[in-house]
């Protein structure tokens, strides 16, 4: 009754409080397994930290060139023991995802190579990157050519057309773990250790760099644990926590990683430089809370899935279905409905709780695009957040949470919008 009392005093209606009571009913043993998979890369994490003997000097702050940064080379081992990998570059130098994947393809692609990605187009900044869209300083512009294989229809690996793209010049292939904002589906870390064994079969000496954003904890192997030579990711995602303020890490082998320091800073200088700028208690304690805030967006995912689904919107994943990354899909069908549910997870928020989310033309986007975040941390994606194209079919994709509660409120908040705005109707 108290609690019912404070959702109400937050704006959400006892109507909505109960349809999203008896959904939840419905997922206590969904929410157990989350919860066991978070328990186990707790333990990861931790053994990871104490192995490395992290102390109270591992976060002190260093400037200029960084020179002998014991907490930045130590946080870099914790990344490759979390990881299972022998080398790792965790920066806040590197400034974001596609930063991070830039530094990992531009590193160990020279020119007259190929990249390949086997899982249909890339993530929209990476077009960029690799000059599928002309941009300066893209790959291309180097004389690193570019291949794809298209997913068959049902989503699945396109063996047939992988073997054919496999060419004498292909040296690194990349797999996007999350669909991202595409409507495939995201692979499961067993689906990708397939396809890299494929791969590795075909070519035996090709590198496969996995795109791990938005997939780090979500189950209890990562793609490095089955043949990835390099998996990259932003530190705004999920491995920071939600603490990270800034940063990137890719974990990989020694000679990629190497490679990799090399781009980011100068060839000869690599590792040893770059200052930490007092940032490694939040990368410390972003990844030690990671699983949990992992955990927590992943829920409120599922929870997001059965509430839309029950009210007869296509949900992708669909409710019932296995979860791979964070991100859920709503199909709200019209702009209107979109406006109303970005609107709620805006209303939910700790920070410009107070704002409306409105539609805007958003530079490189050929439709309108509206966006719903109220975070501490700008951009970040492991906060609870919502955005879309304003084009059918009037989708939503909707993201993470610091906390499972803050998570539920900002569902049941959009669902209190939709209601009010007449585009849902809660039967009695
Ligand atoms: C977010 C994301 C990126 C890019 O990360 P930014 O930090 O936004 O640059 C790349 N790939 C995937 C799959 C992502 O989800």
Request: charged content about 20%; overall charge negative; aromatic content about 8%.
């Amino acid at each position: 009754m108290e609690i019912e009392a404070m959702y109400q005093q937050l704006g959400v209606s006892p109507a909505v409080y109960a349809y999203g009571e008896s959904v939840l009913r419905q997922l206590r043993s969904r929410f157990d397994a989350i919860d066991a998979t978070a328990e186990y890369n707790q333990g990861k994490v931790l053994a990871a930290m104490q192995k490395n003997r992290v102390n109270a000097t591992h976060f002190a702050a260093t400037t200029g060139y960084g020179y002998d940064d014991e907490g930045r080379d130590n946080l870099e081992r914790v990344y490759a023991d979390v990881f299972h990998t022998e080398a790792a570059l965790v920066r806040p130098q590197i400034t974001c995802g596609t930063h991070a994947l830039t530094v990992a393809l531009s590193a160990n692609l020279l020119p007259g190579d190929e990249l390949l990605s086997p899982v249909g187009a890339p993530y929209d900044t990476l077009e960029e990157v690799i000059g599928i869209r002309e941009s300066k300083c893209s790959l291309r512009e180097y004389g690193v050519t570019y291949a794809q294989a298209d997913l068959r229809s049902d989503g699945s690996f396109d063996y047939d057309a992988i073997r054919s793209a496999i060419n004498h010049r292909t040296k690194l292939i990349t797999i996007q773990r999350s669909k991202g904002y595409a409507t495939r589906p995201s692979f499961s870390v067993a689906q990708i250790g397939e396809l890299i064994a494929f791969c590795k079969s075909v070519k035996p000496d090709v590198k496969i760099m996995v795109d791990n954003c938005y997939g780090e904890f979500v189950e209890r192997l990562e793609p490095s644990d089955l043949g990835a030579d390099m998996v990259v990711g932003s530190l705004i995602k999920n491995p920071g926590g939600g603490l990270a303020p800034i940063g990137g890490y890719i974990c990989g082998t020694r000679e990629c990683v190497e490679r990799c320091a090399y781009r980011l800073s100068a060839p000869g200088l690599g590792q040893e430089v770059g200052a930490n700028l007092g940032l490694m208690p939040a990368f410390y304690q972003g990844l030690f809370l990671s699983p949990t805030v992992v955990s927590g967006a992943l829920k409120g995912a599922v929870f997001a899935a059965n509430v839309y689904e029950g009210l007869g919107f296509s949900c992708v994943p669909g409710a019932a279905e296995e979860r791979h990354d964070i991100i859920q899909a709503v199909t709200l069908g019209s702009r209107e409905a979109m406006m109303a549910f970005c609107k709620g997870i805006q209303a939910a928020a700790p920070v410009d709780s107070y704002v409306t989310p409105e539609p805007w033309a958003m530079p490189g986007y050929d439709s309108e695009v509206i966006m719903a975040a109220g975070a501490f941390i700008q951009g970040s994606s492991i906060e609870l957040s919502a955005d879309g194209p304003i084009r059918p079919p009037y989708a939503v994709y909707f993201q993470g949470g610091l906390t499972w509660y803050h998570a539920k409120l900002g569902i049941l908040m959009s669902l209190q919008k939709l209601v009010e705005a007449g585009e849902v109707t809660l039967s009695a």
